[in-house]
């Protein structure tokens, strides 16, 4: 049977046909691309996709299937997905479905067919912008482009408000380990709560391997509730979208400042650096991939980094507030700070990777120390 037709269309007028491989539909949000080569399921379920249709540049997109172990999410969060090539035949030990099935049980368009390389090269120049995929037989395109035009901007949108837990909860799990798949740890010497604005899972194994205990908390959770609680240190996580207006967010933050150890990861990074009084601005194409160089600045060592986000703190700001710990070497932009009076710190990148490479993980042990240096204050 030949695949429904789809079509992508972008704000600026640019659009592209090809063949639809996932959920009959419509689909809407903010266009980016991910340099990542693999992990395309980690990318999926990453919640600070929230509101964003994601192209992959690698031409050969699900080789190797979907599993249930290796999401980072309970559900995915994509809008919509566009790659060059479906791999028809996926091939896995691990592979419980193929990408498509995968993509259709979760209602998830998807786009194939189409030059995505072009496409990479349209969003590197004129930035990210709006966009729909469409698989209905209606495709004209003026139509197309006047209800693209009508999508709301990510820009002073709370994304977060869509993808935090609605309650509170233990996680104990660990990173994989072959052939156990991820343990399970229970009570450890220190015990951390994470604000989740869009938490991956991995974050949290790290975590747990670090032999700490780990509560993750809705969004909205005051300061005075975690206070009460008694942690040892306290994780903002990542997360989707602006973190301008989460004004929520940013006054939790501030009242914790300075009464306990913080450590921010991404969405958290850009919330502590706005609790602080600096601030952040849109890029122009974001930070999406398993392949960006960051240099720390302390050391002069280059980490190979796994990043995804489309805000970023002003360096300038940050003067006199705190400082600069790493800079990204593609564009120069803020990718870490720290405060050691009180006790903070925080990257823009993933340190927990997945998908991605992991030379960042030492962070997690910095956190720790703090802690260990926080009780002996």
């Known amino acids: 049977m030949a695949s429904k037709e789809a079509i992508l269309v ?74 060059k090539e479906l791999a028809g035949y996926p091939s896995s030990w691990r592979k419980e479905e193929s990408l498509a099935d995968y993509l259709k049980k979760h209602k998830i368009v998807a786009i194939q067919g189409i030059d995505t390389r072009k496409l990479t090269r349209i969003i590197r120049s004129g930035g990210a912008q709006r966009a729909l995929i ?31 837990s609605p309650k509170a909860y233990w996680w104990r799990k660990n990173p994989y380990v072959w052939p156990k798949g991820y343990p399970e740890k229970k009570r450890f010497k220190y015990f951390v709560i994470v604000y989740d604005f869009g938490v991956k899972r991995n974050i949290l194994r790290n975590l747990v391997n670090h032999k700490v205990d780990v509560l993750v908390v809705p969004a909205k959770t005051s300061w005075q509730d975690i206070l009460r609680k008694k942690p040892n240190g306290v994780l903002l996580s990542n997360g989707p979208g602006d973190p301008a207006p989460l004004a929520y967010a940013i006054d939790n933050i501030k009242n914790l400042i300075g009464k306990i150890p913080i450590f921010g990861i991404c969405l958290g990074h850009q919330l502590l650096a706005l609790a602080l009084g600096a601030k952040t601005y849109k890029l122009k194409f974001g930070h999406h991939g398993a392949n960006h160089p960051v240099k720390k600045l302390e050391t002069g060592c280059i980490e190979i980094t796994s990043q995804n986000h489309g805000f970023a703190v002003g360096i300038d700001s940050l003067q006199g507030i705190a400082k600069l710990t790493h800079i990204n ?10 405060l050691r009076e009180k006790f903070l710190f ?32």
């Open 10 to 83: 972008l704000e600026k007028g640019a659009y592209f046909k090809g063949q639809s491989f996932g959920y009959d539909g419509d689909a809407e949000g903010e266009i980016v691309f991910n340099t990542s080569m693999t992990g395309y399921q980690e990318i999926l379920t990453d919640p600070s996709y929230k509101g964003q249709i994601v192209t992959m540049t690698y031409p050969l997109i699900g080789n190797y299937g979907c599993n249930f172990e290796d999401t980072e999410s309970y559900r995915p969060w994509i809008e919509g997905f566009v790659i």
């Open 346 to 377: 925080s990257v823009q990148y993933h340190p927990e990777s997945s998908p991605g490479p992991q030379d960042s993980r030492y962070l997690f042990c910095e956190f720790v120390r703090m802690m260990d240096n926080f009780k002996g204050k």
């Open 134 to 164: 469409s698989t209905s037989d209606d495709n004209n395109i003026k139509t197309l482009l006047s209800r693209v035009r009508k999508i709301p901007s990510i820009v002073g949108r709370d994304l977060v408000k869509e993808v935090t």
């Open 329 to 338: 070497l593609n564009d120069m932009t803020a990718e870490g700070l720290i």
